[in-house]
């Protein structure tokens, strides 16, 4: 089990550019997560999916933030335009299910925008 | 809302003292409170969790005891060791127990 798998680990993009993070969930696990992780803001919790179903969006920054789960093996973060405020690292996490409500992360995408 | 309050950013301890890392939480239902941690380098993975039945959940020698009277869920440990130093945030579940609204962060440095 490789665990969770999120792509790229590192993206830099310039002031305006389009921003696409992957995240591959532990197989057979029912809901995906997406978190910003700052220093000042912590943990923020922006959406998650449940049976690939958009349960929860509301942490997502309504313009420019889009997220798709298209199968169970893979979701996608999209940013437009990127700005030097969405710098900060991504975090991608799955969780079991049926009870067992467990977070298991990725090690994240470091997002950069210059 | 929902909402966790971690007051210390950086806990700076010796090695061989005892822990206690602070959590509070504001939530109108009984929600599930959770310990994460996360080493340098390394992705956030679950601590702790808090049972429903009261009784004080333990891993590697931390415990923390939920205080429904407070609304606190301190991590306590009885004696630090220098492998204990990462980042520590405490979350608290929604009302569907699914998603979890995390605290700042506390940074816990042990010194030889």
């Known amino acids: 089990n490789a665990g969770v798998i999120q792509t790229p680990r590192h993206k830099v993009t310039g002031k305006g550019q389009e921003a696409t993070l992957w995240c591959e969930p532990i197989?057979?696990?029912?809901?995906v997560f997406w978190y910003r992780q700052t220093i000042v803001q912590g943990l923020e919790f922006l959406t998650y999916?449940?049976?690939?179903?958009?349960?929860?969006d509301s942490g997502m920054p309504k313009e420019r933030f889009s997220a798709q789960m298209p199968n169970q093996s893979h979701s996608t973060l999209k940013i437009q335009s990127t700005q030097p405020q969405d710098s900060a690292v991504y975090l991608c996490?799955?969780?079991?299910?049926?009870?067992?409500?467990?977070?298991?992360f990725g090690h994240g995408t470091k997002l950069s925008v210059l | 809302g929902d909402s966790v309050t971690q007051t210390e950013g950086l806990v700076t301890l010796t090695e061989g003292l005892p822990v206690m890392l602070n959590c509070t939480y504001q939530?109108?239902?009984?929600?599930?409170l959770f310990w994460y941690v996360q080493h340098l380098n390394e992705a956030p993975k679950l601590l702790l969790k808090?049972?429903?039945?009261?009784k004080r959940p333990e891993h590697q020698g931390f415990h923390a005891t939920l205080h429904k009277s407070s609304s606190s869920f301190h991590l306590q440990k009885s004696s630090a060791q220098l492998s204990d130093s990462a980042l520590y945030y405490c979350?608290?579940?929604?009302?569907?127990?699914?998603?979890?609204?995390f605290g700042t962060g506390t940074s816990l440095l042990v010194d030889p």
């Open positions: 808090s049972f429903t039945d009261n």
């Open positions: 979350a608290l579940s929604d009302r569907m127990g699914y998603k979890l609204t």
């Open positions: 197989s057979g696990h029912s809901a």
């Open positions: 996490a799955s969780s079991p299910g049926q009870g067992d409500e467990r977070l298991f």
């Open positions: 999916f449940r049976n690939q179903a958009p349960i929860d």
């Open positions: 939530s109108t239902y009984s929600p599930f």
